[in-house]
């Protein structure tokens, strides 16, 4: 066997070189890819990391709301309720009132005609008794037939007995 030719080594070299710094590239980029893909999974961690707290503190703030609204509702629910029972104690006093409200109108519509009656007696009352006379001549000016109760507004209502003026009523 004979030894390779000169030229054929140094293009044996040179390939070997070549593929050398081929070699030294390669690694040179995947130690840089390597780098890079550390770096990354070290942002999504920390970025992993900073999502959930923020999920933690939206679900803390969500449960104090919820609690704050709990709270709210509860008290809505008792002022209701002390609502409630005040329109129906309210409801209770004008259900016993209501008969003596009615008996009220009924004496504030009566009053007037009352009033005039009240001043025609007293007026019956100053004037007092009629004064005696002979029974076949009545003095003049003096009483005519008996006065009925009746002031012509009342027709239609059953008539009284007559009245006499000059007693005490």
């Avoid at 690694?27 to 942002?43: D, G, I, K, S, W």
């Amino acid at each position: 066997m004979s030894a390779p030719p000169a030229l054929q080594i140094r293009e044996a070299n040179a390939h070997l070189a070549a593929v050398h710094r081929r070699a030294a590239e390669l690694e040179a980029r995947l130690n840089a890819a390597e780098r890079t893909v550390h770096a990354q999974a070290e942002r999504l961690a920390l970025h992993d990391q900073q999502l959930r707290a923020a999920l933690d503190e939206l679900g803390r703030a969500k449960d104090r709301e919820i609690a704050t609204l709990q709270e709210q509702l509860m008290t809505s629910e008792a002022t209701v309720h002390s609502l409630q029972a005040a329109v129906h104690q309210r409801d209770k006093l004008i259900r016993q009132l209501q008969p003596r409200a009615e008996l009220l109108q009924d004496i504030c519509r009566r009053r007037p005609p009352l009033a005039g009656l009240l001043a025609a007696l007293a007026e019956a009352e100053r004037l007092g008794p009629v004064p005696a006379s002979d029974p076949g001549h009545p003095p003049p000016g003096g009483p005519g037939p008996p006065l009925a109760n009746s002031t012509g507004e009342e027709a239609d209502r059953v008539h009284l007995q007559p009245a006499v003026f000059g007693t005490t009523v």
